[in-house]
């Protein structure tokens, strides 16, 4: 079945007096076969024919590559299931290894070339038309056939982050057309795809037509690639000017002359266009030459953070006309319409100590903290809508304002959907691979490396979401490389902030990068995001630029290993792998879980086990004594792990800049490096950074025992009290304070100094709550302390992580006594949208804390639990006699026919 998505374009009667017919869209999705080109002896010409038999081909959807169509077709076992992957045929590199830096096996089957064969209807519309065949991404080198014609060969179609576009006019015909792609995998010499440390790698590195492929059409001239660009006007911003640009492209061969119109709300502008024969330009509406294009009072775009994300549209057509002759109609040839937002980012690096610099970026002339995670998409490429709304629901939820693209550039809808809520994008090339190997690449890998990026900037230019674009990652590129790279940018029109690389490492180019890749990547105590010495001293054993104290910029860092709750970790590792053997817990592994299982599921290079987060779990919480109290202990881990390294960041605004959590999700089933795993489960990690975002964060400082007050959101606020109360592990306070205050907007301020406390217990409670000016609770923290110091070695620091030198002790946590809560529920639907919510009501009528509580929403009592979710708040603790009603959201079609049941448990609770 052929899918047709018709693009209707806007005209209006200031546009032209001629209405085109809607020309539609023919993506090619669905009834693709695919086939080994070890099990096909035919030519693309003979197989780009309609007779040719695919009867034992593999059926498939594109996108998708070889292996994700293999897998859909059940003829490989899940590889996230355990170790399943390593027995794929082509997986013999060593595990932890980066698979796209070592040669194909010469025994696997993605060795060879595979083929692609795709039959389809020409739609009548496209009749008489220029038709153009587009893919958006093929990964890595291809020949292409159409109804027995080559289109293109292996020369001209190279380069995973290259999107396509030919005329193939001449070669479409009414009736069925086949259109077949003999498609090769990348080398270790490639410019594509790697997952560096993060995951393993498919067989396949990912080979295939993984990105969309579909045709469309236009009359002798395309408008592609349109953008609208801002200056605002600030501080005041109540004026902007826009500057509006599309290429253009004459697919016939003889000059044309016509009209680009372009109109914006009540704004309209046109420039007369000549094109040679076969020639593509840039067309250019600057506000000088356009003082329509000057606005006054314009509807801005902000992160969410800071504003609404106001969108435009800009709609431009070209029409065709001969001049020459009187009274002729013009002929609309093509036209296109985007939303765009008007607003400006800049950044300026400051000089922070002789060899320290850090970014400041702003838009709209404020001055906005970076935080965010770095985004990756599936071990597979494969995507959903459903999925991609899943996970930008998360992260507003969690207030994050960045997600940071390495090298996984996503699709249009991703950048879209960035658009309209708000959030930024740091945007680049990928580290860790060939793209970093400069010494060692041909002209043709120039070449590649241009087209790409040229065809990325045309992409990505226009969209308001994109921040910064980094032309290197773990290392800036040479003199040349980036030269390169900058004249494309220039030449393209990009609008925002180019950074040199992810690292401090300066340039003879373009000098500092004012941002850092410090580390760490693995578990640090929770104090060494403030103790960080090297904010006062140039010199560091860490990284160029510092450790990952909260001090400038830091590009990617993370508090180690996020083990996932029990139930991802029973979808992830066999039974006979999870801890137990026999029934009795396997005497080499009393330590942790330590099984090569665990640890496939860990990372590579240097984390290919979670061993130092698993020794620190077991000295501060006391030793597992299985796998569901290691996996409850470990949520402790990361919630405090994480909420006290973004909340350091906060505190230090703006002696830091920015914060990106390594990282927001996975690639595949992980033990390390994520806010939710990859089932969309969120664990400690997730709501201990949703308690940093809270928009007025009370926040206690690991290093001297101070109290602030953090308002992250852009409007004063007065009339504010913080409370701080202090509790022993029995449930009596032992001290409290109360002070009234003022919050101004994104500001940071020290409210108070605890004092030393007589008669604490081992491990005590500080509970810290902020109300407004009528009474109702703004914010809140809740931290487990302990008596016994915790300090870190920074003299034996590393890359990636500070060795503990003595572990804070928070075993008596385990004489906690029982409690028992009250719980009720009760559920509806959200308005008229397609969610529903269950409100739950969660009280301690005992005289002990109920600590860290944890609330799971279930498709009926004993069924599986409701995901995604998106919980108000999660892995609580309740003081004696305290209740809260707290609103998990979701789908309502998640629950079926079930009815929402909720399960409560708890560190102390029955």
């Known amino acids: 079945m052929k899918i047709l998505r018709l693009l209707v374009p806007f005209f209006s009667c200031a546009l032209a007096a001629a209405q085109p017919a809607a020309d539609p869209t023919l993506v090619l999705r669905d009834g693709w076969t695919l086939q080994s080109s070890a099990k096909v002896a035919a030519s693309g010409e003979e197989i780009s024919r309609a007779a040719f038999p695919t009867g034992n081909w593999i059926t498939a959807d594109v996108p998708t590559t070889v292996v994700a169509a293999q897998v859909k077709d059940g003829l490989l076992p899940d590889p996230f299931f355990g170790m399943n992957l390593r027995r794929y045929p082509g997986v013999s590199y060593p595990i932890g290894f980066n698979f796209s830096n070592l040669p194909m096996p010469p025994d696997s089957p993605y060795a060879v070339s595979w083929w692609y064969r795709k039959e389809f209807a020409l739609p009548?519309?496209?009749?008489?038309?220029?038709?153009?065949?587009?893919?958006?991404?093929?990964?890595?080198?291809?020949?292409?056939?159409?109804?027995?014609?080559?289109?293109?060969?292996?020369?001209?179609?190279?380069?995973?982050?290259?999107?396509?576009?030919?005329?193939?006019?001449?070669?479409?015909?009414?009736?069925?057309?086949?259109?077949?792609?003999?498609?090769?995998?990348?080398?270790?010499?490639?410019?594509?795809?790697?997952?560096?440390?993060?995951?393993?790698?498919?067989?396949?590195?990912?080979?295939?037509?993984?990105?969309?492929?579909?045709?469309?059409?236009?009359?002798?001239?395309?408008?592609?690639?349109?953008?609208?660009?801002?200056?605002?006007?600030?501080?005041?911003?109540d004026a902007a000017h826009l500057t509006v640009t599309a290429l253009v492209k004459n697919a016939s061969d003889r000059a044309v002359k016509g009209m680009l119109k372009g109109k914006i709300e009540n704004i309209d502008f046109s420039q007369l266009v000549e094109l040679a024969a076969g020639e593509s330009k840039d067309v250019t509406f600057s506000p000088a030459q356009y003082p329509q294009l000057n606005l006054n009072h314009p509807r801005l775009w902000w992160p969410s953070q800071m504003g609404n994300p106001e969108l435009y549209e800009l709609h431009l057509s070209f029409e065709v006309k001969n001049f020459e002759v009187n009274n002729e109609v013009s002929k609309i040839s093509d036209s296109t319409q985007i939303k765009f937002g008007i607003r400006e980012i800049t950044s300026e690096v400051i000089k922070q100590s002789p060899d320290r610099f850090k970014r400041l970026v702003k838009v709209n002339g404020k001055k906005i903290l970076i935080r965010g995670g770095g985004w990756t998409p599936d071990m597979m490429m494969r995507e959903t809508p459903e999925r991609l709304a899943d996970e930008f629901r998360y992260v507003r939820d969690l207030g994050l304002n960045t997600l940071r693209l390495e090298g996984k550039l996503e699709t249009e809808e991703f950048f879209e959907t960035a658009d309209r809520l708000g959030i930024l994008v740091m945007a680049g090339w990928c580290c860790c691979d060939f793209w970093e190997h400069w010494g060692s690449w041909t002209d043709e890998d120039f070449e590649i490396a241009r087209a790409s990026l040229r065809d990325q900037m045309y992409r990505l230019r226009g969209h308001p979401s994109l921040a910064l674009w980094l032309n290197g990652s773990d290392n800036p590129p040479p003199p040349d490389v980036e030269e390169m790279y900058l004249k494309i940018e220039s030449e393209l029109r990009w609008p925002n902030p180019v950074v040199s690389s992810a690292t401090a490492k300066p340039t003879t180019v373009t000098g500092a990068s004012g941002v850092k890749m410090s580390g760490p990547y693995e578990y640090v105590a929770p104090s060494y995001w403030v103790a960080d010495p090297h904010l006062h001293t140039e010199e560091s054993s860490c990284n160029e630029g510092g450790c990952g104290g909260a001090y400038g910029f830091n590009s990617e860092t993370s508090m180690g290993p996020a083990v996932p709750p029990i139930e991802s970790v029973e979808?992830?590792?066999?039974?006979?792998?999870?801890?137990?053997?026999?029934?009795?817990?396997?005497?080499?592994?009393?330590?942790?879980?330590?099984?090569?299982?665990?640890?496939?599921?860990?990372?590579?290079?240097?984390?290919?086990?979670?061993?130092?987060?698993?020794?620190?779990?077991?000295?501060?919480?006391?030793?597992?004594?299985?796998?569901?109290?290691?996996?409850?202990?470990?949520?402790?881990?990361?919630?405090?792990?994480?909420?006290?390294?973004?909340?350091?960041?906060?505190?230090?605004?703006?002696?830091?800049?920015?914060?990106?959590?390594?990282?927001?999700?996975?690639?595949?089933?992980?033990?390390?490096?994520?806010?939710?795993?990859?089932?969309?489960?969120?664990?400690?990690?997730?709501?201990?950074?949703?308690?940093?975002?809270?928009?007025?964060?009370?926040?206690?400082?690991?290093?001297?025992?101070?109290?602030?007050?953090?308002?992250?959101?852009?409007?004063?606020?007065?009339?504010?009290?913080?409370?701080?109360?202090?509790?022993?592990?029995?449930?009596?306070?032992?001290?409290?304070?109360?002070?009234?205050?003022?919050?101004?907007?994104?500001?940071?301020?020290?409210v108070l100094d605890l004092p030393g406390i007589d008669g604490l217990s081992p491990t005590y409670f500080l509970d810290l709550r902020v109300t407004d000016s009528g009474g109702r609770l703004v914010g809140s923290n809740f931290y487990w302390l302990s008596t016994k110091p915790e300090t870190l070695d920074w003299a034996k620091s590393n890359w990636y992580t500070t060795p503990t030198a003595s572990y804070a002790d928070y075993t008596s946590l385990a004489q906690l006594p029982k409690v028992k809560l009250n719980v009720s529920t009760g559920s509806e639907r959200d308005g008229d949208s397609e969610d529903a919510v269950t409100r739950v009501t969660v009280e301690n009528p005992s005289k002990s804390v109920a600590f860290f509580v944890r609330l799971k929403l279930d498709r009926g009592k004993g069924g599986e639990e409701i995901l995604p979710v998106v919980w108000q708040d999660n892995y609580i603790s309740l003081l004696p006699g305290e209740k809260r009603e707290i609103r998990a959201t979701y789908r309502a079609n998640a629950l079926g026919s079930a009815t929402a049941a909720v399960e409560v448990s708890g560190w102390n609770v029955e």
Do not use: C
């Open 124 to 237: 009548a519309g496209f009749s008489g038309k220029t038709v153009w065949l587009n893919f958006r991404g093929i990964n890595y080198r291809a020949n292409i056939f159409l109804n027995g014609k080559q289109i293109a060969d292996s020369k001209q179609v190279a380069g995973a982050w290259r999107a396509y576009e030919f005329n193939v006019t001449d070669a479409v015909a009414p009736g069925t057309n086949v259109l077949a792609v003999q498609v090769w995998a990348p080398t270790e010499k490639s410019l594509a795809i790697t997952f560096v440390d993060w995951n393993p790698a498919p067989p396949d590195k990912n080979m295939g037509l993984w990105r969309d492929v579909y045709l469309t059409t236009s009359g002798p001239v395309a408008v592609r690639h349109p953008a609208v660009f801002s200056k605002v006007d600030s501080p005041a911003n």
């Open 571 to 750: 979808r992830m590792v066999p039974k006979d792998h999870l801890w137990e053997v026999g029934g009795k817990i396997d005497a080499e592994r009393a330590d942790g879980p330590l099984d090569p299982y665990w640890n496939f599921h860990a990372g590579g290079g240097a984390f290919k086990n979670i061993h130092v987060f698993s020794d620190a779990l077991n000295a501060r919480y006391g030793k597992a004594g299985g796998v569901e109290d290691f996996t409850y202990k470990s949520q402790l881990m990361t919630y405090e792990g994480v909420r006290a390294m973004y909340e350091a960041y906060s505190r230090n605004k703006y002696t830091s800049t920015g914060v990106i959590q390594w990282m927001l999700n996975n690639a595949w089933p992980s033990m390390i490096w994520h806010l939710y795993d990859y089932y969309l489960r969120p664990g400690g990690g997730y709501f201990g950074a949703k308690k940093a975002m809270q928009v007025l964060d009370p926040i206690y400082g690991y290093d001297d025992r101070s109290v602030w007050l953090v308002s992250s959101q852009y409007v004063d606020a007065k009339g504010l009290k913080l409370t701080a109360r202090v509790f022993n592990l029995d449930g009596t306070q032992k001290f409290s304070k109360e002070v009234s205050l003022d919050a101004a907007a994104d500001s940071t301020a020290k």
